[in-house]
């Protein structure tokens, strides 16, 4: 199960794959970080979630 880049947590997986929460990708880069919805909820847009995300 894929865990939060940020708190940490788990995230709860959904049907047909979906996680709870989203997926951040840095330009350039491969590597993907999920990011819970709790994160998502707290960090409003993109540029702060991604200044979270070490
Ligand atoms: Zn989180």
Redesign the pocket.
């Known amino acids: 199960m894929a865990k ?1 880049t ?4 788990k995230i709860a997986e959904l049907f047909l794959e979906k996680l709870k ?1 989203t997926i951040i990708k840095k330009p350039g880069k491969s590597k993907q970080y999920p ?2 919805f ?2 998502q909820k707290k960090f409003k847009n993109h540029e702060e979630l991604m200044k979270e995300i070490k």
């Open positions: 939060c940020i708190c940490g947590n929460g990011v819970c709790e994160c």
